[in-house]
């Protein structure tokens, strides 16, 4: 079983803060999606990453799977409110039959 | 484009009664998916299917059951529901090939046994 650990699991900054959560395994994954999920709701996709070392940018947030792609992190510059959710990582297996292993997930408050 | 879609939102059952979360995509998608979400926690996958009349195991389906008679429609059947099986249910699908791993949830249906 491919498991995926999320660290911090809570997260409660100021506006204005840069923070970065971390999504570790020791298993090696085809592709990592980050989602974020808002109470009430289902995890919405912002990004996926397949190449080892790649790094994607979406506004303020910057996104980057590891070498061995084992590993990826979120790095959010100057949260803001709105970027209060569950913020979780997946990962892909090598089969493309989609079951992805979730991690379970940063819970960030972001206060103004 | 609705997406995925989920009914009901919400449910309240008694111990040992049966349900089924119906669950319907309008985006073609061939993969689809059940997970269930523990306060606190990530997803857990119980049932997912690769095309219509396919159906396999995930992570956790004992107490579910699925069937997958159209691509459209994956709906989630509870039998003899206890109260371990209280969590948030998350539909999900995909297309098959390179955006595989990429899900489309629906909004969720929350279910309370008592």
């Known amino acids: 079983t491919q498991l995926l650990e999320q660290s911090p699991q809570f997260l409660s900054i100021q506006e204005g803060e840069n923070l970065t959560v971390y999504c570790n395994s020791s298993s090696v994954f085809s592709s990592l999606q980050w989602y974020r999920q808002e109470p009430g709701e289902g995890p919405v996709l912002l990004v996926t990453v397949v190449t080892g070392g790649e790094v994607k940018k979406l506004k303020r947030l910057t996104f980057q799977f590891g070498d061995a792609r084992k590993d990826s992190s979120l790095h959010i510059t100057a949260a803001q409110p709105g970027d209060t959710g569950l913020y979780l990582c997946a990962g892909g297996g090598n089969t493309n039959a989609g079951k992805s292993t979730f991690g379970d997930g940063t819970t960030l408050t972001v206060k103004p | 484009n609705a997406g995925v879609t989920q009914t009901p939102k919400f449910r309240i059952l008694k111990i040992g009664q049966s349900m089924t979360l119906q669950c319907t995509q309008d985006m073609n998608h061939n993969y689809m998916y059940w997970y269930r979400q523990d306060p606190g926690m990530g997803l857990k996958l119980i049932y997912y299917s690769v095309g219509a009349g396919i159906t396999d195991k995930g992570e956790v389906p004992n107490g579910y059951n699925v069937s997958r008679s159209t691509t459209e429609d994956f709906p989630l059947r509870l039998e003899l529901a206890a109260p371990s099986q209280t969590s948030v249910y998350f539909c999900?699908?995909?297309?098959?090939?390179?955006?595989?791993?990429?899900?489309?949830f629906g909004a969720g249906s929350r279910l309370t046994v008592l």
């Open positions: 999900a699908s995909s297309p098959t090939g390179s955006g595989a791993n990429v899900l489309t």
